[in-house]
């Protein structure tokens, strides 16, 4: 849509990162990146927990589409720090629905598979419609924060929710997401890890999930449904990536990585839903989802010597 603003929040994350390059490339786009701690200067310094700032930011910016990456992703750190991760995760997307309508721009609210429990997956997968029971702190906040966007749909604010999987791409830092992170536990074979061989993941590609909302802000809107679900269709444990990883990289001993079938128990464990597959079929009646092959990209990271 030639002539359009995007404003992208959490743009210096695994996710955000992607999405705003993608929509840069795009060129047909002015596109706004929004940072809070980051030290990039190519992006906008905003609290979005500052209702007042973001407001004035956004009445600035008059954008089109704000894709909103920016949420406390990490399970661990949710479960230790409630409050700032609802304040996030649950009344900041509340109060960018309430703009969506005050200042007419479009949103897509992105999510998780972890608002569902993961228990007994439907056969294709839990379906934008399937009943939500999330288990942890994180989930709960996700999905709480689904309701506050879709209650302001409800009142005429142009919103989208956007559920994704486990996510992995190019990363500053292997550390910034569950998936890369594996890279450097193969790679290390100094520590001993115990290496989660029980819930099933689909990890999914940031450039794929990028690509997939350039193309989904070209549709009218009117021809969203209120809730859509993108993820690669691959699955694998988090064991069974690092066997992949080790393959790659050439490495025949994985004797420091040892395998846990059974899901995490104790003192300070964060509850992990075993299987979410989510189902993409009603995306799919929209746009193709285009997603890439998780080893063979991988095979070409590693091997340029990426990370």
Not at 17 to 43: D, I, P, Q
Not at 53 to 59: D, H, S, V
Not at 79 to 107: R, S
Not at 124 to 129: A, L
């Amino acid at each position: 849509m030639s002539g359009s603003k995007i404003v992208v929040t959490g743009a210096s994350g695994v996710l955000g990162t992607a999405v705003h390059k993608a929509f840069e490339k795009a060129l047909r786009y002015e596109v706004v990146g929004l940072k809070n701690k980051s030290t990039a200067s190519h992006l906008v310094q905003l609290d979005l927990t500052d209702k007042e700032a973001t407001k004035q930011k956004l009445e600035e910016i008059k954008p089109t589409w704000v894709i909103h990456c920016a949420a406390e992703r990490r399970p661990d750190v949710a479960e230790k720090d409630q409050v700032g991760t609802q304040l996030l995760n649950v009344g900041v997307p509340g109060y960018l629905a309430e703009l969506a309508k005050a200042i007419n721009f479009k949103l897509v609210y992105i999510s998780t598979d972890y608002v569902f429990d993961g228990r007994s997956p439907p056969p294709s997968g839990y379906t934008p419609g399937s009943p939500t029971n999330p288990l942890q702190i994180y989930g709960l906040t996700k999905r709480d924060g689904e309701n506050a966007v879709l209650q302001a749909r409800q009142q005429g604010a142009r919103v989208v929710v956007l559920r994704v999987p486990v996510l992995y791409g190019p990363a500053p830092n292997n550390a910034d997401s569950a998936v890369n992170i594996l890279v450097d536990v193969v790679r290390d074979q100094s520590k001993v890890s115990n290496m989660d061989d029980y819930a099933i993941r689909y990890p999914t590609n940031v450039l794929d999930i990028a690509s997939f909302l350039v193309r989904l802000t070209d549709l009218s809107f009117d021809d969203l449904p209120s809730i859509l679900h993108y993820s690669a269709n691959e699955s694998f444990t988090k064991y069974q990536m690092c066997k992949i990883f080790a393959d790659i990289l050439g490495l025949n001993d994985m004797n420091h990585i040892k395998p846990v079938s059974t899901p995490p128990t104790g003192a300070g464990a964060t509850s992990r839903p075993y299987n979410c597959h989510l189902s993409t079929v009603e995306t799919e009646k929209l746009l193709p989802l285009e997603c890439t092959g998780f080893k063979t990209w991988w095979e070409e990271y590693l091997r340029d010597g990426s990370k």
